[in-house]
Structures are given as C-alpha cells and as structure tokens.
C-alpha cells in the first residue's frame, strides 16, 4: 500500500506496479468484422443528468438548475428527433434521480427502443466517496434503473468518468458486461483487476469525442470552440476510425448538445456518417457483446 503522503518520486516499483496494476488495460477486443460486413462501428451514447450536475456538488441556486432544466425540457427532445431521423440507435446513460425528475423524457427514450445505461445515483463524484458508500449507491442505483425502466442495466459510465480503484470490483459484483468510462484505447478491450481477467468489456470514451469540454457550462475564463470547428474534429475521428475499420463513439448531454446551433452539428454529424456504405450503428451493449464474442488474439496494447 502506498502512504498517502509520500511523494511519487519516493516509491518503490512494487508502489508505482501496484497502482497502474489495479485496473489496467488487457486484451484489444478488435473483430476482424464488424456485423453487416461493415466497415466501422458506430456507437452514440447520452448522458442525461439534467438538474443532478449541480446537486451533486451540493449547488442549489436556481440559475444552476435551469441548465439542467433545459436538457430535459429543450435539449432531450432536439437529440431525439436527431437520432430518429438517421435511425441512429444511442445509449443514454442515466442517473437514477435524472429518471425522477423527467419521467416523460425517459419514457420517450424507451419508446425509441435505446439502451439505458448506469451512470450513478445523483450523479456523485465517486471519488470522493468511501469504499462502501460508492458501493451502496451503485447497487441502489442499479436497482432503482431496473424500477424505472423495467430492465436491468448491462453497462456503467461512471458519473465524471470518476472511476475509482474500487468501481471494478463493483462492476463485477453488479454482473454488468461492460463499463464505458475509461480511456486506454480507441478500441474495445477487457478490463484487469491486479493482472487478472475480468471478463469486463471496456468502450473506451476519450473528451476529445465528447461536448463538455468544448461547450462549458460555465464559459467565463475558458476557451469555447464554435460548433463547426468541433463538427470538423469529429468528422475527423469518425474518418480514421472508418480507414482503420475500428470503432467510433461520441458522448453527449442534452443540455450541452440540445442548444440550436449545436444540435446542428450532431445533425450534419449524423448525416456525415450516414453518407458511408457500411457503417453498423449499435448500442454500447451491442458493441461489447459483439466484441467479445468476436475477440482475437491481439497483442496487448
């Protein structure tokens, strides 16, 4: 074990081995082929955290909230129209208290058939969390998905992509096939505890393919790219990732995406994609089933 305050340079190996080797990344689960004989996956995911972003940091003013508001009330219903015209399926990873607060939304995100994904309680930093509290809020609230939509969740993005060196274990004890907030690869791969397989597919997410860092809530004193010039870096990454025959995923909230001239941008996106001969759009499920059940024997990356 690592004493807390001793400086990196003063570790040992076995210290430093022992913190990379918590949860690492093992075997690239990259198909010779995609279903379809397509050329390249496609996997669109949405985060729904509508007033639970600023209530997880204990902020209650109401400017705040009307943030969250919007994603359900504008944002939500803009990304689904999007997806319905390119017939794009999507995972929306929800907080359990995001389902309570707008259950007309997520009834209009089951009855378009998407995947419904785990992505904690009220949107808790799982870091700042102890060991048991982040447990007992993961089972609460893989419970409290399954009351809500009638199914159980398969697949985890941690809220913050906050994953701690307890989530994997978790992970496991929940039975969940796939995690999707780690970012190792721009492929598929299977998660390790301490060097050992899990069994565990990540789908790898990365900020440059997410809106949040682009379009900040909070603009003041931070560098806000237009949305054509990140329309331009995800057209960008969905080419290599179609010439590399591999894998694309993008992340979106509805309060950062739903405004106008960005939800634009998703729809050029789609179109963008759409354009391509051979592309499977799947849900994150999808992918980490295929994956696995399609796995070779790749050198580890």
Same mark, same amino acid.
């Given at each position: 074990?690592? /004493?807390?305050?001793?400086?990196?340079?003063?570790?040992?190996?076995? $210290?430093?081995?022992?913190?990379?080797?918590?949860? /690492?990344?093992?075997?690239?689960?990259?198909?010779?082929?995609?279903?379809? /004989?397509?050329?390249?996956?496609?996997?669109?995911?949405?985060?729904?955290? /509508?007033?639970?972003?600023?209530?997880?940091?204990?902020?209650?003013?109401?400017?705040?909230?009307? $943030?969250?508001?919007?994603?359900?009330?504008?944002?939500?219903?803009?990304?689904?129209?999007?997806?319905?015209?390119?017939?794009?399926?999507?995972?929306?990873?929800?907080?359990?208290?995001?389902?309570?607060?707008?259950?007309?939304?997520?009834?209009?995100?089951?009855?378009?058939? !998407?995947?419904?994904?785990?992505?904690?309680?009220?949107?808790?930093?799982?870091?700042?969390?102890?060991?048991? $509290?982040?447990?007992?809020?993961?089972?609460?609230?893989?419970?409290?998905?399954?009351?809500?939509?009638?199914?159980?969740?398969?697949?985890?993005?941690?809220?913050?992509?906050?994953?701690?060196?307890?989530?994997?274990?978790?992970?496991?004890?929940?039975?969940?096939?796939?995690?999707?907030?780690?970012?190792?690869?721009?492929?598929?791969?299977?998660?390790? !505890?301490?060097?050992?397989?899990?069994?565990?597919?990540?789908?790898?997410?990365?900020?440059?393919?997410?809106?949040?860092?682009?379009?900040?809530?909070?603009?003041?004193?931070?560098?806000?790219?237009?949305?054509?010039?990140?329309?331009?870096?995800?057209?960008?990454?969905?080419?290599?990732?179609?010439?590399?025959?591999?894998?694309?995923?993008?992340?979106? !909230?509805?309060?950062?995406?739903?405004?106008?001239?960005?939800?634009?941008?998703?729809?050029?996106?789609?179109?963008?994609?759409?354009?391509?001969?051979?592309?499977?759009?799947?849900? !994150?499920?999808?992918?980490?089933?295929?994956?696995?059940?399609?796995?070779?024997?790749?050198?580890?990356?």
């Amino acid at each position: 074990m690592l /004493n807390p305050g001793s400086s990196p340079w003063g570790w040992s190996e076995s $210290q430093w081995r022992s913190v990379v080797d918590e949860t /690492n990344a093992g075997i690239r689960l990259a198909p010779e082929s995609w279903p379809q /004989n397509a050329s390249v996956a496609v996997a669109i995911s949405v985060d729904v955290d /509508n007033e639970t972003l600023p209530l997880s940091r204990g902020e209650t003013g109401p400017g705040l909230l009307s $943030q969250g508001q919007y994603g359900a009330r504008v944002g939500l219903p803009r990304v689904l129209e999007t997806l319905r015209r390119h017939s794009a399926p999507a995972t929306f990873f929800y907080p359990v208290v995001s389902t309570a607060l707008d259950p007309a939304g997520l009834a209009a995100v089951r009855a378009d058939g !998407h995947e419904i994904g785990l992505h904690g309680w009220i949107h808790e930093k799982c870091g700042e969390l102890t060991a048991d $509290q982040e447990r007992e809020l993961a089972l609460r609230s893989a419970d409290g998905l399954q009351a809500a939509t009638g199914v159980r969740p398969v697949g985890l993005r941690t809220p913050y992509w906050d994953f701690t060196v307890h989530t994997l274990p978790i992970i496991r004890e929940l039975g969940l096939e796939y995690d999707s907030s780690l970012m190792a690869d721009d492929q598929p791969y299977e998660l390790l !505890h301490r060097g050992e397989a899990t069994g565990v597919t990540e789908i790898p997410v990365s900020w440059i393919r997410d809106d949040a860092p682009y379009f900040p809530d909070d603009a003041l004193g931070k560098q806000v790219l237009a949305p054509r010039e990140v329309l331009r870096i995800w057209q960008d990454e969905f080419d290599a990732a179609y010439a590399e025959g591999g894998l694309f995923t993008l992340a979106l !909230h509805p309060h950062i995406i739903g405004h106008r001239s960005r939800v634009k941008v998703l729809d050029e996106l789609l179109a963008h994609i759409a354009a391509h001969a051979g592309v499977w759009w799947a849900t !994150h499920a999808e992918i980490a089933r295929h994956a696995a059940a399609h796995r070779t024997p790749a050198v580890k990356k």
